[in-house]
Each structure stands twice: as C-alpha cells, then as structure tokens.
C-alpha cells in the first residue's frame, strides 16, 4: 500500500486540508482508504466521520500513539495518508518516516511562515531515508494568490530549495466549506471546482512514480 505522510511545523500551513483532500481523491478513485490522524487536535477524525455514509467513505485510525501505528492499518488497505501531529519536527515523526513512502510539507507564502519552516525541512534533512534518497519530501505552495507579488515572491523561494516543489495549490474558500462537511473539492464537478482540481494534479502525479 502507498503511505504518504502530510506534516508541518507550521500552523495554518493546511496540512490537515490537504491530508483529507488526498484521502477523499484516493477513495473516490475506489481504493480502499485510511487516514491516520496524529495530530491530537483530531480535525482529520472528524472529517472522516462525517463522510462515514458516503461510498467513498474513509477509514479514520488514531496515529497520537504513533509507535507500532502500522498493526492498526487493515491488510486489505490500499492508501494510507497520515495527517502528521502539528507542530511536529522529524525527530518526533521519525515513527512515521520509517515507512512512509513520500512526505508532503505544505507551506504557506509568507516571509514568516517560510522561515518558520526551514528548521522543520532540516531537520528532515538529517533523517537517514531523506539523506540516502530513499524517502522522497516534495513541498506544496498552499493558499497561493497567484495575482499577488508576495506569492510569486514565495514561489521563487520555494523553487530555490533542495525539495522539489509539487504544488501549487490556490487560496480558495471552497476547502473551508467542503472539508467542514467531510468533502473535498474531488467531490464536485462545477467548471470553477474543475479549476481548483487541476492545482492537484502535478501532485498526484508526482506521487505515482
């Protein structure tokens, strides 16, 4: 099963945005899907429960103990998205990092946010996976305003760094109001909806490989 890890030590980086929004993709795409919420606020859990009556319902497992967090996953599992604890550094997330098979860092375009990210992204680095090329980390621009200077200011940044960057997601007020109702975006089908759902694709594809 692919296992793909959603972290950040950021708050309000949209970590658990995106983590059930790759959850809800991988479901309604008819595979059989978890989510392992670590973060101990729960916001992923509740999301889950609440598209617990929908076919492309998601399985919601506790990952706040994260040592041995794997036996909890049912065998017939086929993707596994943890929502990383936030606020977490790598040492912390290390239980996840042993067999994830990508890392996702959402981060905002702020001078604040991005510079509150990099002690996160190198302590990443010191991880033995990240350093032998064995685990690959791709960063998400997350709440862009691609008309603004301050995001394409960002963008150049994060272009700069050693992490590929795999996403270019728009700031939109549609993630609030589906990810309140336990959707997602993937969930409809409008021609402005369709819009938003393109920013995906580069990331899911680069998840395939």
Do not use: C
Not at 67 to 85: F, L, M, N, S, Y
């Amino acid at each position: 099963m692919k296992t793909v890890l959603v972290a950040s030590s950021k708050g309000g980086a949209g970590k658990t945005t995106i983590a059930t929004h790759l959850a809800a993709q991988s479901a309604l795409e008819g595979l059989r899907t978890a989510l392992v919420d670590a973060d101990p606020q729960a916001s992923s859990t509740r999301w889950a429960q609440k598209r617990a009556g929908l076919d492309s319902a998601v399985l919601a497992l506790d990952g706040t103990r994260r040592r041995g967090w794997r036996k909890h996953v049912p065998e017939d599992t086929q993707r596994v998205i943890v929502d990383g604890a936030a606020g977490a550094m790598a040492e912390e997330l290390d239980p996840f990092l042993e067999t994830v098979d990508a890392v996702i860092v959402p981060i905002v375009p702020s001078t604040f946010d991005i510079e509150a990210t990099v002690p996160f992204l190198d302590s990443l680095a010191r991880h033995p996976r990240v350093r032998k090329g064995t685990l690959r980390v791709g960063l998400v621009g997350n709440k862009l305003k691609p008309w603004t200077n301050v995001s394409q200011q960002a963008l150049d940044l994060l272009k700069q760094w050693p992490y590929p960057l795999v996403a270019q997601l728009r700031d939109s007020q549609g993630y609030v109001v589906t990810t309140a109702l336990g959707k997602s975006l993937f969930d409809y089908h409008s021609a402005q909806v369709r819009e938003h759902q393109a920013d995906w694709q580069p990331l899911l594809k680069w998840l395939k490989k």
